[in-house]
C-alpha cells in the first residue's frame, strides 16, 4: 500500500536533528513511503538546507520540499502540507524525533488487517540526547473502545507516531485550528465524525525532549482551548456533563501548578519509567 509522510520544521530545528529523522523514514525503514511532504515554516538554517538538499539528491521523487515565507506555526504549516499530500494514508512526523526501523511495516500491517480504522499510532520513547539513553515511555490505549474514554484526561493518540486517512483528517475539519491543543482537538473531532482508532502496543517513535517541556504546559490558554473542546464533545453528546466538569477541573489545576509538581505528575502517572 502506498503512503506519504508529513512532516514540518522550523528556524530552530538542527542539521543533525533532522539528518537522524529523514535517515529513519527513508533509509533505514523495512518499508519505505512513496512521499514524504517537508514543509519549511519560514526561514530555516543553512545548515539543515544542506542536509535535506542531500536527502533531496538521494530521493528525487520521493522527497517534496514545500517553503513558506513566514512563520505560521505547526498546525498551519501542517494545513498546508497536508494539501501537497497523494496518497490517502500518511504518517505523521517531527524533524527531531527517529522512528523505529519497521513503524511504517507494522503499521501496514493493522491497517490491512481492518480496513475500518482511520488512526493507527503506538508508544514513544522519551529521550535527551542518545536514542535508548531513556527513562520514560507514554503508552496508549490499544483498542477504540479504551482509547476514546482516555480523552476525558488525556491525548490518546500520540500524533508523531500517527499513521491517518487523509480523507478523515479532512472531514474532522483538517490541520490550522487555532489552538495550543492541535493534536486532542483534531483527534476529538474525528471521534465525533465516526473515525475509528487503534494503538500498537509497542514504541514506534523515538521523541527528543527538551528541558522545558514540562514548564511550557501550562498557562489559561491551555486550559481556555481544553475546556472548548470538552464542550464540544459534551455538546455531541461523547461526554456527559460530570465528565465534562471533573475534566475541566483536573485540567485548570494542572495547568496552573508549579513546573516541580508537574514533573512529579508526569514521572508518576503520566510516563512508564524504565529505569
Known amino acids: 500500500m502506498k503512503f506519504s509522510v508529513l512532516m514540518t520544521t522550523y528556524i530552530g530545528e538542527t542539521a543533525d536533528n533532522i539528518d537522524a529523522s529523514l535517515n529513519s523514514i527513508l533509509v533505514e525503514q523495512t518499508v519505505k513511503p512513496d512521499q514524504v511532504v517537508l514543509v519549511y515554516d519560514g526561514e530555516v538554517k543553512e545548515s539543515l538546507e544542506e542536509v535535506v538538499d542531500r536527502y533531496k539528491a538521494l530521493f528525487p521523487d520521493i522527497l517534496e520540499i514545500i517553503k513558506l515565507e513566514e512563520n505560521v506555526g505547526q498546525s498551519k504549516a501542517s494545513a498546508e502540507g497536508l ?60 483498542y477504540h473502545d479504551e482509547i476514546v474514554k482516555t480523552f476525558r484526561k488525556k491525548t490518546p493518540i500520540n500524533n508523531v507516531t500517527a499513521m491517518i486517512k487523509k480523507s478523515a483528517v479532512e472531514k474532522a475539519g483538517g ?52 475546556k472548548k ?47
Open 83 to 142: 494539501m501537497y499530500i497523494k496518497n490517502e494514508w500518511f504518517a505523521r512526523m517531527d524533524s527531531d524525533d527517529i522512528s523505529v526501523s519497521d513503524r511504517f511495516k507494522r503499521q501496514l500491517a493493522v491497517i490491512e488487517n481492518d480496513p475500518d480504522l482511520s488512526v493507527v499510532g503506538g508508544f514513544i520513547s522519551e529521550f535527551k540526547e542518545t536514542v535508548g539513553d531513556t527513562d520514560s515511555i507514554r503508552e496508549v490505549p490499544e
Open 175 to 226: 490541520y490550522g485550528r487555532d489552538t495550543v491543543n492541535e493534536d486532542y482537538s483534531l483527534y476529538a473531532h474525528m471521534w465525533v465524525e465516526g473515525f475509528r482508532f487503534y494503538n500498537i502496543q509497542e514504541v514506534l517513535v523515538n521523541v527528543r525532549v527538551g528541558n522545558g517541556m514540562v514548564s511550557r504546559r501550562g498557562g489559561y490558554r491551555l486550559y481556555k482551548d481544553w
Open 229 to 275: 473542546d470538552q464542550k464540544y464533545l459534551f455538546k455531541s453528546g461523547k461526554h456527559g456533563f460530570t465528565t465534562y466538569f471533573i475534566s475541566c477541573f483536573k485540567c485548570f489545576v494542572f495547568v496552573m501548578s508549579p513546573a516541580f509538581i508537574k514533573r512529579f505528575l508526569y514521572k508518576t502517572a503520566l510516563r512508564k519509567k524504565t529505569k
